[in-house]
C-alpha cells in the first residue's frame, strides 16, 4: 500500500493549490502562445520546490524524490510543459549536489533553490540515444577548458541560468570518447541560446539549441573527474530525470481520467448522461486503472531512490509505462468525448500532444525496454 508521510501530504497540497491557483488558469495560453512561464518559476522558488531535494545547508527544503515527484504530478496535471521545465532544472540541480565539490555546491546551489534556472545538456543532432555520437569538444588550452559544439532538444534554452554540459575531453585507451561534464553560467561568454524549436507538445517549456562557440572556463567548472561523464549523465538521467519525466506524465494521466469523469457525468446524450453506457464506463475504469499502476510505480521508484536502493529499472518501467500509458489515456479521453475531444477548448487534445512529446525525453521507450530487458537478463 502507497502511504505518503504527514509532511508529502503537506508539500502536495502546497504544489496542488499553486497548481489550481496559479497554473490552470493560464495552461492554455501557455500552449497556444508556447510561453514558459518565467514568472511562476520564481513562485515556485519561493514555495521551495525549486531546491525540493537540496540539502537545507545549501539553500533546499532538505526533503527527496518522492517530494519532487509530488511536486511533479501536481503541476503536471495541469500543465505538463511547466512541469518538464522543472524537471530539466533539476537534472541541472541534481548534477551538482551529487558529483559537485563543496566549493560547486556553495557557488551553484543557493541560486538554483531561489529562482535561477538550471538545466542539463547532453543531447545533440548526432547523439541523443547514442552518447558516443556527440562531438561537443572540450580542451585545456592556457589552463583553461575550451568548449565547442551545439546541443540541441535543451528543455530551458532560452532562459538557464546554470548549464550542466556533457563534452568529449578525448578519447580511451580502445579509442572511445572520454566523455567530461561541465558547469557553465548562462551568460559565459561564447554561451548561447541557438534556435527555439516549434514542439508538437510540452509547449510552457522551452526546449532549443545551445551553441558553445570558444567558451573559456577555469578548471573548477569541471564537474567530477574528467572522463566520468557518462557516469555523471546515466545517473542524473536514471537518479532524477526518469522520475521526474514518469511524474509528468502521472499528472497526464490524472487529468484524462478527471477530464473523462467530468465529461461523461455532464454530457446527455439519448436522454441520460453518457456515463451510464458501459463502453463509456470501461474507458473511465481503464484510466483509472492506467492512473494508479503509473502511480505506484513512480512512487515506488521514488522512494527506492530516497532509500538509497538501486533503481534504475524501476525508474526505467515507471517512465515507459506512464508515458505510454498517458498517451492511450489522452487519445481514448478524446474518443470519450465524440467530436468535443478535438475541441481545443477543452484540454485533452494538449494532453495528447504533451504525452506524445514526453517519450522521448530523458530517453526513448525503446531505450527504456532495454533498459529493463538488460536488468531483467543479468539476473
Ligand atoms: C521535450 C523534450 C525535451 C528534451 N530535453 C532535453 C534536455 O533538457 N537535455 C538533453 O540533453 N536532451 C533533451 N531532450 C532530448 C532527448 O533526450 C532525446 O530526444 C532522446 O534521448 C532521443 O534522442 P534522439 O532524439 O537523438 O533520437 P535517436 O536517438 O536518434 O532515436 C531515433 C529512434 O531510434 C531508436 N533507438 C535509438 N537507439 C536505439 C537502440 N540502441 N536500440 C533500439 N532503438 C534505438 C529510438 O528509440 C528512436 O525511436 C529532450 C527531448 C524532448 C522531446
Request: glycine fraction near 12%; charge should be neutral.
Amino acid at each position: 500500500m502507497l502511504k505518503f508521510s504527514e509532511q508529502q501530504e503537506l508539500v502536495r497540497k502546497a504544489a496542488r493549490d499553486f497548481a489550481e491557483n496559479e497554473i490552470a488558469p493560464l495552461a492554455q495560453k501557455f500552449d497556444e502562445e508556447d510561453i514558459c512561464p518565467v514568472e511562476l518559476f520564481k513562485e515556485t522558488a519561493r514555495l521551495g520546490f525549486n531546491g525540493v531535494f537540496v540539502p537545507a545547508e545549501y539553500g533546499g527544503a532538505g526533503l527527496g524524490c518522492t517530494e519532487m515527484a509530488i511536486i511533479l504530478e501536481e503541476t503536471g496535471r495541469y500543465s505538463a510543459g511547466f512541469a518538464v521545465s522543472l524537471v530539466a532544472h533539476y537534472m541541472g540541480t541534481y548534477a551538482i549536489m551529487t558529483w559537485g565539490t563543496e566549493e560547486q555546491k556553495r557557488k551553484y546551489l543557493p541560486a538554483l533553490c531561489s529562482g535561477s534556472f538550471g538545466g542539463f545538456s547532453l543531447t545533440e543532432p548526432g547523439g541523443g540515444s547514442d552518447f558516443s555520437g556527440q562531438k561537443t569538444s572540450a580542451r585545456l588550452a592556457d589552463g583553461k577548458w575550451v568548449l565547442n559544439g551545439r546541443k540541441c532538444f535543451i528543455t530551458n534554452s532560452h532562459c538557464m541560468d546554470v548549464n550542466v554540459v556533457t563534452a568529449r575531453t578525448g578519447e580511451d585507451a580502445e579509442g572511445r570518447p572520454q566523455i567530461s561534464v561541465f558547469i557553465i553560467e548562462g551568460n559565459a561568454p561564447g554561451h548561447a541560446p541557438g534556435r527555439k524549436e516549434k514542439k508538437a507538445g510540452l509547449r510552457g517549456s522551452c526546449t532549443g539549441d545551445i551553441v558553445l562557440n570558444n567558451v573559456q572556463l577555469p578548471q573548477s567548472c569541471l564537474l567530477g573527474k574528467p572522463g566520468e561523464g557518462i557516469k555523471i549523465a546515466l545517473g542524473t538521467l536514471s537518479g532524477m530525470g526518469r522520475c521526474g519525466t514518469a511524474a509528468v506524465a502521472l499528472g497526464i494521466l490524472r487529468g484524462c481520467l478527471e477530464e473523462s469523469v467530468k465529461f461523461a457525468r455532464n454530457r446527455v446524450i439519448y436522454g441520460k448522461p453518457l456515463s451510464k453506457l458501459t463502453n463509456i464506463q470501461f474507458i473511465i475504469a481503464q484510466n483509472r486503472t492506467d492512473y494508479e499502476a503509473a502511480r505506484l510505480m513512480t512512487y515506488n521508484a521514488a522512494g527506492m531512490r530516497d532509500a538509497g536502493m538501486p533503481c534504475g529499472a524501476e525508474m526505467s518501467m515507471a517512465k515507459f509505462f506512464a508515458s505510454e500509458a498517458a498517451v492511450n489515456a489522452a487519445r481514448r479521453t478524446m474518443e470519450l468525448m465524440g467530436g468535443y475531444g478535438v475541441i481545443t477548448d477543452y484540454p485533452v487534445s494538449r494532453y495528447l500532444r504533451d504525452a506524445v512529446s514526453a517519450i522521448p525525453a530523458c530517453g526513448t521507450s525503446h531505450i527504456m525496454q532495454i533498459i529493463i530487458a538488460e536488468n531483467e537478463l543479468k539476473k
